[in-house]
Nanobody, 119 residues
Framework: QVQLVESGGGLVQAGGSLRLSCQAS????????MAWFRQVTGKEREFVAA????????SYADSVKGRFTVSRDIIRSKSSLQMNSLKSEDTAVYYC????????????WGQGTQVTVSS
């Protein structure tokens, strides 16, 4: 089994930066990819970014391209999401997710961390 724990959320002013971290534990060798999603109360969870390896194999939602950078440290079993030029519409609960080897879905989820951007 794999467990994920996010950290780094908080309150920031528009234009500021935050860095989220996701620490994986358990059978981390079974992780193929890691991702970040976010959800606003009353709305569906949406994809933000995903990473297989930091230098290759990253993808981003159009809304965060050029502002957010996702990375993965395979040795330390963690992923980070560097968020710059934050906007009020980035306010949400951010979730870390993992896709296991030989699976097609994001089946492992963290508990979420709140990010609030004040305008």
């Amino acid at each position: 089994q794999v467990q994920l724990v996010e950290s780094g959320g908080g309150l920031v002013q528009a234009g500021g930066s935050l860095r989220l971290s996701c620490q994986a534990s358990g059978n981390t060798l079974s992780i193929y990819a890691m991702a970040w999603f976010r959800q606003v109360t009353g709305k569906e969870r949406e994809f933000v970014a995903a990473v297989i390896r930091s230098q290759t194999g990253t993808s981003y939602a159009d809304s965060v391209k050029g502002r957010f950078t996702v990375s993965r440290d395979i040795i330390r079993s963690k992923s980070s999401l560097q968020m710059n030029s934050l906007k009020s519409e980035d306010t949400a609960v951010y979730y870390c997710a993992a896709k296991l080897i030989k699976t097609s879905d994001w089946t492992i989820w963290g508990q979420g961390t709140q990010v609030t951007v004040s305008s």
